[in-house]
Structures are given as structure tokens and as C-alpha cells.
């Protein structure tokens, strides 16, 4: 019989274009837990019209953040929902240090801390780089140059207050986000191997 005992909670920070939804898509297959993003819980919103969505577009269109009682009430919603019994990862979500400390006492009335939060690094011109050539493909409505420098800049003012906030509680992990995709996941996964697993070995492995 296999015990599918592990408990995987993971953060993915880093700013826009480092490859957070490129790897938590990866990840999510991989330990068949969902993948959380806000943004495109959001963007879905926006799509279908409803009044959050309508409530939102501004904040999306010009690369600000949308308000954090706002963010904050669907992840609360969202990791009520039974698929993220065995583990989450959260894409894009905290974003600010408000949001950080409303999922840490969350996550204290679940009973359930973070396992990482993995950090992944790129530099400014990499990303300018990555996202303008993602403009051509994706037609994001906020990947256009203006709106991708204000978005970096956002990042770099409101959540990069977070890598301390996770450092403080040991849980930040650094990875080199200029890497390959294949780098990076290989990285990502000798974090999460060296994981303290309370669990125990996992089957078979
Ligand atoms: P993303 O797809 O993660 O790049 O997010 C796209 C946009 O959605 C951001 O520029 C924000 O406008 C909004 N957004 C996504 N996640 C958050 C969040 N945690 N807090 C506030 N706004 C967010």
C-alpha cells in the first residue's frame, strides 16, 4: 500500500519574469498539489467580468497591486478548498509584508508552516529582457515596457521587504533564477530533498 504521507507548503518569491510560474507549474505536476497564483486568479476575474474583476482591472493594467484584503480573502478561500490538503504552492502571493503576516497567521490556525520559501534571483536586465520577449507572445495587458520597468520596481519597494521577513524565520532559500529552466528545477529540487521530512523516508524512495 502506498502512503501518500508528505506535506508539501511552499512560496515561490521573486519578481516578475524570474520563473515562478514556469516552476510551480513543474512542481505542482511533480507532487500533484496545486500550484496557487493570484495573478491569474485575478486575471481570470478580470476575463470574466465579474465585480471583483471589475474592481481589479486598474490595479492589473498598470502593474500596481491590488489591495491586500483583497488578495488575502482568496487565498484564505482558496486554501480552504480539499485539493490543497496534501500541500500548496503559493506563485505571486505574499506580495507584501501585510500579506506575509496575514498567511503566517493563517497558516498558524491551520496548523500548517511553511516547509521554504524559495527565492528566485534575477537580475533587472534579465528580466527586462524575459518579459519583453514574453510581451510578444502572451499579450498580457501588462506587459508593455512602461508597465514591466513599474512592475520591477514594485517588486523591488514592496515585496522584496519579504526575503528578510522569511529570513528571519529561516525559511528562505536562495536560487539563481538566471539558470536555465532545467537548472532551476534541479535546484529547487535539492532544496526540497534536504526538506526535514517529519514524515519519515517516503516510500519506495
Ligand atoms: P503576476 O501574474 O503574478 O505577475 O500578477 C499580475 C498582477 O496581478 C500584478 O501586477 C498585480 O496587479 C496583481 N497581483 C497578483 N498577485 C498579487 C498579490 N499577491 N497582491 C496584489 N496584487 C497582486
Not at 23 to 34: C, D
Amino acid at each position: 500500500m502506498q502512503v501518500l504521507s508528505v506535506l508539501l507548503d511552499l512560496v515561490l518569491l521573486g519578481p516578475p519574469g524570474s520563473g515562478k510560474g514556469t516552476q510551480a507549474a513543474r512542481l505542482a505536476e511533480k507532487y500533484r498539489i496545486p500550484a496557487i497564483a493570484t495573478g491569474d486568479i485575478l486575471r481570470a476575474q478580470v476575463e470574466a467580468g465579474t465585480p471583483l474583476g471589475v474592481q481589479v482591472k486598474a490595479y492589473l493594467d498598470r502593474g500596481e497591486l491590488a489591495p491586500d484584503s483583497l488578495v488575502i480573502d482568496i487565498i484564505r478561500h482558496r486554501l480552504s478548498e480539499p485539493d490543497t490538503r496534501r500541500g500548496f504552492i503559493l506563485d505571486g502571493f505574499p506580495r507584501t509584508v501585510r500579506q506575509a503576516e496575514a498567511l503566517d497567521a493563517l497558516l498558524v490556525e491551520l496548523g500548517r508552516p511553511l516547509d521554504a520559501v524559495l527565492y528566485l534571483q534575477v537580475d533587472r536586465e534579465s528580466l527586462l529582457e524575459r518579459l519583453s520577449h514574453r510581451a510578444e507572445v502572451d499579450q498580457r495587458s501588462d506587459d508593455r515596457p512602461d508597465v514591466i520597468a513599474h512592475r520591477i520596481d514594485v517588486f523591488l519597494d514592496q515585496t522584496a521587504p519579504l526575503i528578510d521577513h522569511y529570513r528571519r524565520q529561516s525559511k528562505l532559500r536562495l536560487i539563481d533564477g538566471t539558470q536555465s529552466p532545467e537548472l532551476v528545477a534541479a535546484a529547487i529540487d535539492d532544496v526540497i530533498g534536504s526538506l526535514a521530512d517529519p514524515t519519515g523516508p517516503s516510500p519506495g524512495g
